[in-house]
């Protein structure tokens, strides 16, 4: 029983979905305003999902379409949601790139999804063991031959829609988001090279990955040689206190290295300040902090040492923050400012797209010159 506890508990920490209490109440309009200041959309699309089970590598996956209610034909963003988390994760990402003119097909191995958190070993309490296996060379090495498989699949649907969804879908222009383990796979399409791991050359349509809450591991060596080789734009998003539950990534810094190593030339980071790592699963509402619920493992407070140039940037970004606020950080539980860093996400994420996907001037615009000052306190833009 202890043990089943421990692992819906680990749910509930890493998808930023369970809670003990309704939603705390603030102020809807501030966070709407906030938001409606963000990057401004050409359109916005009213949308429609579908459901589906497609087979890849002879293996059942559940698929998750979410586009634009109309005729037309959109873009396509690949969601790769987190560890343990099925298919219709991310939806506060989801659904505002499908308002924005995209398709968004989000898909996860069954292995990789709820199923996780069922397991024998799980029931032990076996975390940061099976986190460890899931982000290991074997388990990465198969999700990037998936991520080219899934390509593979989507393009003969496409090719053979008739009156479905999928011909809807301009196979084009494609971009790669992954969040957590899945921007881990979304890496290794930007050009990431691991040593273990054979690499697969992205296909001419993919222009762009996004990375929330990107991982590195500083055990090995050869940090700055795993992210030279990355070619495509990307957008990384972390945050100051993204450490992870399952106790691999125990220093938020850690997460901003696979931008600080990749080579100029359209390269994108969005430091939040405060914001816990489930806050980048994309959960749509935020249900206030899930108090007597989560009994699994307690991110970690890494005290070691870690490369120089990543703790120097890690301590002047946490500076210069509370510089700005007045020496006290906003609080990590306050709704209004989840919101608000949902918008800030939402907004940045989807120029970018523009950007890159729909060589959007206004796009590249207002990331160089509004988003800066429209993030405020809570959060920087960077880019190189």
């Known amino acids: 029983m202890a043990g089943s506890l421990l692992a819906a508990g680990l749910v509930c920490g890493a998808a930023a979905g369970c809670a003990s209490k309704p939603a705390e109440k603030y102020d809807t309009g501030a966070a709407k305003a906030y938001a409606d200041h963000g990057y401004a959309l050409e359109r916005h699309f009213p949308t429609t999902a579908a459901r589906e089970t497609w087979t890849i590598e002879s293996e059942s996956v559940d698929i998750a379409l979410l586009l634009p209610a109309q005729t037309g034909s959109f873009p396509l963003v690949v969601y790769l949601p987190g560890l343990g988390e099925s298919s219709e994760a991310g ?102 090279s691991v040593a273990g791991v054979e690499s697969v050359p992205a296909a001419e349509s993919v222009k762009c990955v996004v990375a929330l809450s990107p991982y590195a591991d500083f055990s090995g060596m050869g940090m700055e040689s795993n992210f030279r080789s990355i070619r495509l734009p990307v957008l990384a998003v972390t945050s100051t206190q993204d450490t992870d539950a399952y106790g691999l990534v125990t220093s938020a810094g850690v997460r901003r290295a696979p931008y600080q190593y990749m080579p100029a030339g359209q390269k994108y980071l969005l430091l939040l300040f405060q914001a816990p790592h489930s806050l980048l699963a994309g959960a749509a509402t935020w249900s206030g902090p899930a108090k007597g619920k989560y009994t699994g493992p307690q991110p970690v ?53 523009d950007e890159m996907m729909k060589s959007d001037p206004i796009a590249s615009e207002w990331l160089s010159r509004n988003a800066k000052p429209w993030l405020g306190e809570s959060a920087e833009l960077q880019s190189k």
Do not use: C
């Open 91 to 192: 939806l506060a990402w989801r659904q505002s790139w499908a308002q924005a003119g995209y398709a968004v097909l989000s898909a996860q191995p069954s292995k990789y999804g709820a199923a996780v958190w069922s397991s024998s070993r799980a029931r032990s309490g076996e975390f940061r063991d099976i986190a460890q296996d899931a982000f290991g060379v074997p388990s990465l090495s198969s999700r990037t031959q998936f991520a080219r498989a899934l390509l593979d699949e989507a393009w003969r649907r496409q090719h053979n829609a008739g009156g479905s969804v999928m011909a809807r879908i301009d196979m084009t222009r494609v971009a790669i988001v992954g969040y957590d383990l899945g921007a881990q796979t979304a890496m290794m399409v930007a050009g990431e």
């Open 301 to 353: 407070v890494d005290n070691g040492a870690e490369p120089d140039a990543v703790m120097a940037e890690d301590a002047a970004a946490e500076t210069a923050h509370r510089n700005r606020a007045g020496g006290v950080p906003p609080s990590p539980g306050a709704s209004l400012q989840y919101a608000k860093q949902i918008a800030q996400v939402q907004s940045v994420t989807t120029a970018f797209l």
